[in-house]
């Protein structure tokens, strides 16, 4: 009799653990795997973000604001991608982080679901389209060419024209 209770235990012991460790798998698993893939794209975002509160530029340029905190994983991973497209497409797009930990009105005014999102914008302020999570400079760029913006850097031109 004593020895039943303890193999009960002991298998309702394993039992518990092994369905906590399928738990967190899962959970772990499904934020991986679906972390950078979402896209929220204008139709929703207009409702969302008021125009009025887009940070404009007094450049009419392409805007792109990325909204996150500079202690998140992805959102530092994003800083030197910022860093290499403000300096190799200055005067041709305008780039801006937004810290939602240092400043937490940005969240509600830019409709924030997730961090790091990427808000894209036409030069008149327009909100084109949204991406949440980590995106290449690559991608960023594509997404802009996806919008009917096609970005060229100043080498790039010189190199048209030259």
Same mark, same amino acid.
């Not at 998140?72 to 190799?88: D, R, T």
């Given at each position: 009799?004593?020895?039943?209770?303890?193999?009960?235990?002991?298998?309702?012991?394993?039992?518990?653990?092994?369905?906590?460790?399928?738990?967190?798998?899962? #959970?772990?698993?499904?934020?991986?795997?679906?972390? $950078? *893939?979402?896209?929220?794209?204008?139709?929703? =975002?207009?409702? @969302?973000?008021?125009?009025?509160?887009?940070?404009?530029?007094?450049?009419?340029?392409?805007?792109?604001?990325?909204?996150?905190?500079?202690?998140?994983?992805?959102?530092?991973?994003?800083?030197?991608?910022?860093?290499?497209?403000?300096?190799?497409?200055?005067?041709?797009?305008?780039?801006?982080?937004?810290?939602?930990?240092?400043?937490? #009105?940005?969240?509600?005014?830019?409709?924030?679901? $997730? *961090?790091?999102?990427?808000?894209?914008?036409? =030069?008149?302020? @327009?909100?084109?389209?949204?991406?949440?999570?980590?995106?290449?400079?690559?991608?960023?760029?594509?997404?802009?060419?996806?919008?009917?913006?096609?970005?060229?850097?100043?080498?790039?031109?010189?190199?048209?024209?030259?």
């Amino acid at each position: 009799m004593y020895s039943r209770k303890i193999i009960n235990m002991k298998l309702f012991t394993v039992t518990a653990i092994v369905v906590i460790g399928l738990l967190f798998v899962a #959970n772990h698993f499904s934020r991986s795997l679906f972390s $950078g *893939i979402r896209e929220v794209w204008a139709a929703e =975002a207009k409702t @969302k973000t008021p125009q009025k509160d887009v940070a404009t530029s007094p450049k009419k340029v392409p805007r792109l604001i990325d909204v996150g905190a500079d202690k998140c994983i992805p959102c530092v991973m994003m800083a030197p991608i910022l860093e290499e497209l403000k300096k190799e497409y200055a005067g041709i797009l305008d780039v801006e982080f937004v810290d939602v930990w240092k400043n937490p #009105n940005a969240g509600q005014k830019y409709g924030i679901r $997730g *961090i790091p999102t990427q808000i894209f914008y036409d =030069a008149s302020g @327009k909100e084109l389209g949204r991406h949440l999570g980590f995106i290449s400079k690559e991608q960023i760029l594509q997404s802009f060419k996806k919008f009917g913006i096609e970005l060229k850097s100043p080498e790039q031109k010189k190199k048209v024209t030259g």
